[in-house]
């Protein structure tokens, strides 16, 4: 039963579970985690994206990347053929509404009593502290560089190989990282399925008072990470990290 498809679903749904649900904890109104702000967020993104690493290892998928943007950069780089890189893409998008949808049902209760429709989408997608299509395509870009870029350099051979399993862990942190230092401007999307995947679940689920899905600025979060991860291979391969 275990294959790279089952395992980055899988992987994907447990990200977006831990991911939007910490964001749903902090922000829905009566949760006892209102107010607990943006170290609580990135906390709990960090540590979705260790987990859902390990469930995508171990239900089949050994490079685990549960982003289309990692997937990408690392067909770009022979690890994958095209079409097992586009079947692994879907695989993670669809874990990605998957793990949104079940964040609607948690939280039934929540949604009724939180009227603010921008918090109910942030639950689910990434939107821009201040809309610029230009300038958050370009933080998307720069996050998801480093974010690929510094995936690439752990995993060479001048730093040396991690012990199994530990490998995960810095990844994690890497993502708390990120959140620290660049996800203000645009909310750090760095993955494609993380916010497209979801945002469909918020148009899907049946979530009262909900609003737009804000699909004029879906692309920037999708589009962005990519030509990021596209350009994290390219520079890591020019210094023969990779």
Sequence with gaps: MATPYLGEFLGTAVLIIFGNGVVANSL??????EG???FNIITGWMIGVGMGVYVAMACGAPQADINPAVTFAKLLNGVYATPEAIMIMIAQIAGGFVGGCITYLFFRGHWEVTED??????VFCTGPAIRNYGQNLLCEIIATFMLVFVIFAMFSK???GMAPGFGPFMVAVLVWGLGSSLGGTTGYALNPARDLGPRLAHAFCPIPGKGS???AYSWVPVVGPFIGGGLAFVVAKS???I
């Design 213 to 215: 899905s804000d699909w």
């Design 117 to 122: 429709q921008g918090i109910k989408l942030g």
């Design 28 to 33: 829905l109104k009566f949760s006892k985690a």
């Design 239 to 241: 210094l023969s990290i």
């Design 36 to 38: 607990s702000g943006w």
């Design 158 to 160: 001048p730093v040396g």
